[in-house]
């Protein structure tokens, strides 16, 4: 191998070490992710877009706890979308993981209270609450989700967001993050 070789193998690994530094100092937070505790109840509120994949998320996060051993409880707040209420009944269903919701209720709030109430009274360690899909444009439901998180105070709040939606992602990350403490 030359000098010449050895200068480009070296600008190459340069160039990629500075690009990887850049990558994570955009992508860092002061936000240090939540440490979930046994004995306790550890209540996680997901929030995001409308067709990102939250109910999905929700249920292969409690089947990843559960599998660990943790006791979890699923919560279904989300009162906007139809057909969510039987999509996260069926989804904890199939991992065997006990369920809170309410078909008839309309008030995401109480229902979220409730269900949090209810799994905290069994001593749940996880309890995993689903909120409506929402975007910075929807004053209503934002002001909606502000109301469930100043109820339930979750120990973290996890952001879904598909990455195809591409540039708009920044600026409705961005608008969660300025309403509510992300995880």
Known sequence: MTSDDTNAVNLKREIIRV????????????????????????VV????????????????????FMRRGWKVGLVCADTFRAGAFEQLKMNAA????????????KDPVKIA???????????????????????????TLFDEMLQVEATIKPDTSIFVMDGSIGQACYSQAKAFHDAIKVG
């Open 19 to 42: 690009v990887v530094d850049e990558l994570t100092k955009m992508l860092s937070s002061d936000n240090l992710p939540y440490e979930f505790q046994r004995g306790k109840s550890n």
């Open 94 to 105: 199939k991992i065997s993981c006990p369920f809170f919701g309410h078909k008839s209720e």
């Open 45 to 64: 509120m997901f929030v995001g877009l409308q067709g990102s994949g939250k109910t999905t998320t929700c249920t292969k996060l409690a089947y990843q």
């Open 113 to 139: 209270d409730q269900g949090v109430q209810f799994f905290r009274e069994k001593k749940y360690e996880i309890i995993i609450v689903d909120t409506s899909g929402r975007h910075k444009q929807e004053q």
